[in-house]
């Protein structure tokens, strides 16, 4: 039987007034008063309450758990009288922690850790909870780690942000930065995920789309990090964006070029007949095994190919 709020709150004891010097005065027909012994008209629902055969037996609304669920409900943290929802006890905020635990990680790599933290950051509306920079491993390789929820957010959709915003073919860095702590890598959480990235790799490789002929050197490494040293500073980027527009812009200059030169489009005609608009025009062939969204957003478009004449892009 689920109770509501209101109906959990009526059950609760009456608290004594410190001015009336008896119980508070009800307010409703059938309630005690500070004087009367009249029986709460609310009693009998208050015993069904309590005296529930289905299931465990539930804390009564009078206990202080049962009191923190009502709290917390209030507050809307959890909510009574739903569906599938009933309170046992104190085990409430374990709804919570069962919750923290189907979230999962993601570790990656690509040069300057703060790119890659903006770029993640951006799919905090489709299940990504927390972009944390850092440096993983001995190598003290720049990396980000991803916190995301997998009921949402499929770790395919993960590798695709990746992909778009790292430059795969560079194996002594990323874009201006130089070193070993910037090379391009992925940590596989499971061989499943170790897969598809082999997968992934293979089909971006044979496609063409980061250069004809270039081998992908991003490194895949099997499972997490063994150690990984959160950075100091998070959300510089963003805060960036927000507080210089025109440095933001500068500093990204590279990595935007980059990407509209893989990922962008292109307005064009052909056969002296204007406004196609192709997406992504490099990502053809097994690329688009990758990014099937390409495929159908290009769809009635024709190929960049034969008696064409680019307009804009």
């Not at 029986?39 to 923190?68: D, I, M, N, V, Y």
Request: a positive charge; proline letters at 6%.
């Amino acid at each position: 039987m689920q109770t509501s709020v209101m109906e959990a709150l009526s059950c609760r004891p009456q608290r004594t007034s410190p001015y009336s010097g008896g119980r508070l005065r009800g307010t409703q027909r059938g309630t005690q008063t500070a004087r009367g012994n009249k029986r709460p008209a609310h009693r009998t629902l208050c015993s069904q309450q309590r005296e529930s055969t289905s299931g465990p037996k539930q804390a009564t609304f009078g206990s202080s758990a049962a009191g923190t669920a009502v709290a917390l409900a209030l507050s809307g943290m959890v909510q009574l009288g739903t569906p599938n929802v009933v309170l046992y006890g104190t085990h409430v905020a374990d709804l919570h922690s069962a919750q923290a635990a189907e979230l999962a990680t993601a570790t990656f790599a690509a040069g300057d850790a703060r790119f890659l933290e903006f770029d993640f950051d951006q799919l905090r509306y489709a299940g990504v909870t927390d972009v944390v920079p850092g440096v993983a491993d001995e190598d003290q390789i720049e990396a980000v780690q991803v916190t995301y929820d997998p009921a949402r957010l499929p770790y395919n959709k993960l590798l695709q942000t990746y992909w778009k915003g790292c430059q795969p073919t560079q194996s002594e860095g990323q874009f201006k930065e130089k070193g070993s702590q910037y090379v391009s890598a992925i940590w596989a959480g499971d061989p499943d995920q170790a897969k598809l990235i082999e997968t992934q790799k293979g089909q971006l490789e044979r496609s063409g789309l980061f250069g004809a002929g270039l081998p992908i050197t991003t490194r895949v490494i099997e499972g997490p990090p063994l150690t990984f040293t959160p950075s100091t500073e998070k959300n510089t980027l963003k805060l960036l964006k927000a507080s210089d527009p025109k440095k933001f812009k500068k500093v990204r200059q590279d990595r935007q070029q980059y990407f509209d030169k893989h990922f962008g489009f292109v307005q064009f005609c052909k056969d002296k007949v204007c406004g196609y608009v192709r997406f992504a025009p490099a990502c053809t062939g097994e690329c688009q095994k990758v990014f099937p969204e390409y495929r159908e957003t290009n769809m009635g478009q024709p190929e960049l190919e034969g008696d064409i004449k680019i307009t804009g892009g």
